[in-house]
């Protein structure tokens, strides 16, 4: 892979102003991605995933909310860019999955006019090309006698079957980028496994980076390469997906571990993380994790832990235990019980 990234997130916010207060729903992430890469962003709902992958295609409005900080595609500056340029990106270099893919698709046209549209966007050809390349794509994601299902409308095909239409609509215009935002929820387990399966197929295929967006850290383990733990707006541990399951060095990453339900061996009663993430209108002085870790001290009620080396320069985590404390804490009390 090339030194520079293909997206390089820097101390991004994202803010809401509401009548109760600044919601902080993105306060300072930091993160890259680089070409042919899938990076998980996981963590708890409301954590701010979904938040931070709108803010690369720039799909927050400016009047309703406040976005600082710096992302770069391909050296080009996203924040703050103009609408005609964001728009130019959409879709021909950046694309996203979104979560439902019933509200994301119009009812009144019909898949195939749709992927023609998002194609004709980007490129200036002929409807009959147009029509010949979303039959392609139809027929590349696994949607079976794709000339037909491209007159069929979205409440025609079944979840799976729309979320297939939703890769293909994203990859139609072989973009750099794929954001895929909880792409298979809703989704039962076999299908689920089918479409990450072709998120990554397709991923290797067009060697197209992808930030994987999810709460199933299962999920994370099977299909990507580095892994960011969102909490609370913030990230708290970001590294190599082996180096993150075998050496996690924060404490939230651990509740994240033992709450997931193993089939391979009976350990009781899962271990739920106690308590509530806090609001994001008045967030911990101290690190945010602090009311609901069990590990917590002094510092940490004060003071915010910056993100800092943890075992290796390419694994991060945010918080006041030393490195050493938190090797020992994983090794003896941690991972014995998982």
Request: with cysteine.
């Amino acid at each position: 892979m090339a030194d520079e990234p293909l997206l390089r997130v820097r101390d991004l916010s994202v803010h809401f102003p509401t009548p109760d207060g600044l919601v902080r729903s993105v306060d300072g992430l930091s993160f890259d991605v680089r070409a042919g890469e899938i990076l998980g962003v996981v963590g708890e709902s409301g954590s701010g995933k979904s938040v931070a992958g709108k803010a690369i295609l720039g799909l927050h409005e400016p009047g309703q909310s406040v976005t600082t900080g710096e992302i770069r595609y391909a050296g080009r500056q996203v924040v703050g860019a103009a609408e005609e340029e964001l728009r130019q990106l959409r879709g021909s270099e950046i694309a996203m999955i979104f979560q439902d893919p019933l509200s994301s698709l119009h009812p009144y046209f019909t898949i195939g006019d749709q992927l023609s549209e998002a194609y004709r966007v980007h490129n200036r050809v002929s409807r009959k090309a147009a029509r010949a390349r979303a039959v392609e794509m139809l027929t590349l994601v696994g949607i079976p006698a794709a000339a037909r299902s491209y007159g069929a409308y979205p409440h025609e095909f079944s979840g799976g079957m729309r979320q297939r239409a939703m890769i293909a609509m994203a990859l139609i215009c072989d973009p750099g980028l794929l954001i895929a935002d909880e792409p298979t929820t809703a989704l039962d387990v076999t299908v689920q496994a089918q479409i990450l399966q072709l998120i990554w197929d397709l991923s290797q295929e067009f060697g197209s980076a992808v930030v994987l967006i999810t709460h199933d850290l299962g999920v994370v383990a099977e299909t990507c390469d580095r892994v960011v733990v969102m909490y609370a707006g913030r990230c708290l541990e970001q590294a190599d997906v082996v180096d993150l399951f075998e050496r996690p060095m924060s404490p939230y990453t651990w509740g994240l571990l033992g709450s997931i339900p193993r089939i391979d061996e009976t350990r009781g009663d899962l271990a739920p993380i106690a308590g509530q993430p806090p609001s994001l209108i008045d967030l911990p002085p101290g690190c945010s994790f602090e009311p609901r870790c069990g590990f917590a001290f002094g510092s940490c009620t004060s003071e915010r832990p910056e993100l800092s080396a943890a075992g290796s320069e390419d694994h991060l985590a945010r918080c006041h235990l030393p490195v050493p404390d938190r090797q020992e804490i994983w090794r003896t009390q941690i991972a014995p019980a998982l």
